[in-house]
């Protein structure tokens, strides 16, 4: 009669191929641990029926693959356990943020200039002997620059361009550029306030949306307060 014989080595691999698709699978690895034990005692039934009767299985060879795979199914437990407390911690972080709609959050970040003068909050810190405060308009064309003192927490622009005319609405960003004996040696985006709208959950996080297609992600945030007159 034919015997088959089954090594060790193949009994593990198989374990190994069993584990790495159970932690690629996000649901169903119950199932799947369990389809894999199946296997496994039916690959272990297999090879102590076809083994050499002149060199049987030894006992510590049984038990060192029965510990294996013990251990590979642990592994992938511990896995899916993890992964739901990152999904559960991740849940709970979106549900805090969404008491942020309709409050006001700080931000480095473009400003909807609709006529109304803009508060915007330049970065602390040395930027050299003379920073200015440069306005772009949505093009990320120049529009406006006004020289700070360095002392400044908030400066108003209230739409002027370098024109003397207003800006037209739209999207403005901020940037403080530093110089030092003529030349520039630092900018650094400045950070305005503005009304969350909405929020909601991407493959990288929460996401905040302020409405005209003006989207940040809720770790760029440095403050929140509610909206004046609230």
Known sequence: MDTVTTTPQSITASQ???AKAG????SGDGTKISSDFE??????TTQMTNQDPLNPMKAEEFATQLATFSSVEQQVQTNQLLADMAKQA?????????QWI???VEAVMPAQFTGSPITVSPPTG???EIQQLVVRDPAGTEVFRQTLNGSETAVNWNGQTHSGQTATAGAYSFTVEGFQSGELIAAEGASVYAPVSEVRMSAT????????DLEIPADAVTAVRQRPGT
Not at 39 to 44: A, E, G, R, T
Not at 205 to 212: A, D, K, N
Request: proline share 3%.
């Open 16 to 18: 190994n191929t069993g």
């Open 23 to 26: 932690t690629e699978t996000k």
């Open 39 to 44: 296997m496994f005692l039916k690959l272990l």
């Open 90 to 98: 991740s849940q709970a972080e979106f549900t805090g943020m969404t």
């Open 102 to 104: 309709g409050k006001e």
């Open 126 to 128: 040395g930027l050299g």
């Open 205 to 212: 996080g929460p996401i905040l949306s302020f409405g005209e």
